[in-house]
């Protein structure tokens, strides 16, 4: 379904016959290339789905917005992030998915402007879904000991991102998701992301006019998005593409959004 209200935004897709470069994050070896993205900039509706929120599922669109009563800690305060923090949300995904385990192992912070060298991140300006039918198995192998990983790796999983404004509502800059659905296999393009000390795989996306997106107005501190990135089970929605994009809006002097996304994986016996 698509509700009545939208706004019109420029969005960032691959440009149309481009396999994207190496997304770069570390420093280059010596002889290697760091190449820029070329974009592919699409105005494209934004569906809101202020009071529909419930009308969304992540078996049914690959997306959810929960109601929480909790607050992410400082983003300084590391401990308290890993410790309570990602315990609280792993919690919270396991109840909702009715999972059998799940782990939390890795977040960011992100707020407009940030640099590099903080604990903080810019918001993520172009369209991506963060894992790939390579990667995903990879990462549960990099995250488990052998035995376990590949005892998970036999029956379902999903990688489920938790995200949520925090400090006052996302006015500006919010995250939009597309509904998994509307995809299709010639929309992906594989993109390699190279870390410090490993690589690892993404994919970008080509614009489609059949792509469903949808966002939060005024996304609240006490909601949160419960998105895929994948789910090893081909019969249910695997990616949910997401993107931050300018709300045309947003009023004149509104607070620049700052969020939390804490990643997660969901096991099922």
Same mark, same amino acid.
């Given at each position: @379904? &698509?509700?009545? /209200?939208?706004?019109? &935004?420029?969005?960032?897709y691959l440009? %149309? +016959?481009d396999e994207p470069p190496a997304m770069m994050l570390r420093e280059p070896l010596p002889g290697e290339e760091k190449k820029k993205f070329t974009w592919d900039q699409r105005q494209v509706r934004v569906h809101d789905i202020r009071g529909h929120e419930k009308e969304f599922s992540l078996e049914s669109d690959g997306f959810e917005v929960i109601d929480i009563d909790f607050d992410? %800690? %400082?983003?300084?305060? /590391?401990?308290?992030?890993? +410790?309570?923090?990602? &315990?609280?949300?792993r919690d919270r995904v396991k109840a909702e998915l009715g999972a059998s385990h799940v782990i939390a192992f890795d977040h960011n912070y992100r707020v407009p402007g940030a640099r590099y060298d903080t604990v903080a991140s810019k918001p993520a300006y172009f369209i991506h879904a963060d894992y790939t039918d390579k990667s995903a198995p990879q990462r549960v192998r990099d995250l488990l000991p052998e035995d376990e990983a590949e005892r998970r790796l036999a029956k379902r999983y999903a990688f489920i991102n938790f995200w949520a404004p925090i400090k006052h509502p996302a006015e500006d800059l919010p995250l939009g998701v597309c509904r998994a659905a509307s995809l299709d296999p010639q929309d992906f393009a594989l993109c390699k @992301?190279?870390? %410090?000390? /490993?690589?690892?795989e993404i994919y970008m996306f080509h614009h489609n006019p059949n792509h469903e997106w949808f966002y939060l107005s005024g996304m609240e501190p006490s909601q949160a998005y419960l998105f895929k990135c994948f789910d090893s089970d081909e019969g249910r929605p695997r990616y949910v593409p997401h993107t931050a994009f300018e709300d045309p809006n947003a009023q004149p002097g509104a607070k620049p959004r700052e969020s939390v996304e804490v990643r997660t994986i969901a096991f099922f016996d």
């Open positions: @379904m &698509s509700t009545d /209200r939208y706004v019109v &935004s420029t969005i960032k440009t %149309p +016959g992410a %800690p %400082p983003q300084e305060d /590391r401990e308290a992030v890993e +410790g309570a923090f990602y &315990s609280t949300v @992301m190279l870390w %410090p000390g /490993r690589d690892g």
